[in-house]
């Protein structure tokens, strides 16, 4: 078994391993030739391959396009986990936001429930309450 083989067999096992019970999931490809077709022989330049990757999808969800796989592929594997580190701090800032925006929205919505049935409640003028009682029911 060749180098790289050898490795993509060590990811690969690695990755089975730590996956939930009964989670689906696809290691990586072991075809070598697969691997050649792009220019990728070594464990090195799988594992600079693979940060490009990272990066150029992650570069997506972070900043809403693609940046430009040739100039990743050009960067270091240093500067490529720097980059890949920049991406999903700026994932996990936006999720935080959108979150705390989701929250909010509940929050006022609920408070606006509330204050419209206790309105409706003292202002009614529906002598069996049906209205009220119904609102009241209410749960956001």
């Not at 600079?48 to 100039?71: I, M, P, Q, Y």
């Not at 594997?77 to 701090?89: G, K, P």
Request: charged share 30%.
């Amino acid at each position: 078994m060749n180098d790289l083989s050898s490795h993509i067999a060590k990811l690969n096992a690695s990755y089975m391993a730590t996956a939930p019970e009964g989670a689906l999931l696809m290691g990586w490809c072991d075809d070598l030739e697969h691997w050649a077709a792009m220019g990728i022989t070594t464990p090195a330049e799988f594992d600079h391959h693979s940060l490009v990757a990272v990066a150029h999808d992650l570069s997506k969800e972070a900043t809403g396009f693609k940046t430009d796989w040739s100039r990743l592929d050009k960067s270091s594997n240093e500067d490529l986990e720097v980059e890949i580190a920049y991406y999903r701090s700026t994932i996990s800032e936006r999720r935080a936001y959108i979150q705390e925006m989701e929250d909010e929205f509940k929050r006022e919505q609920k408070e606006a429930s509330e204050y419209y049935v206790t309105v409706l409640a003292k202002e009614s003028t529906i002598g069996d309450g049906r209205l009220c009682d119904a609102l009241g029911k209410l749960s956001l």
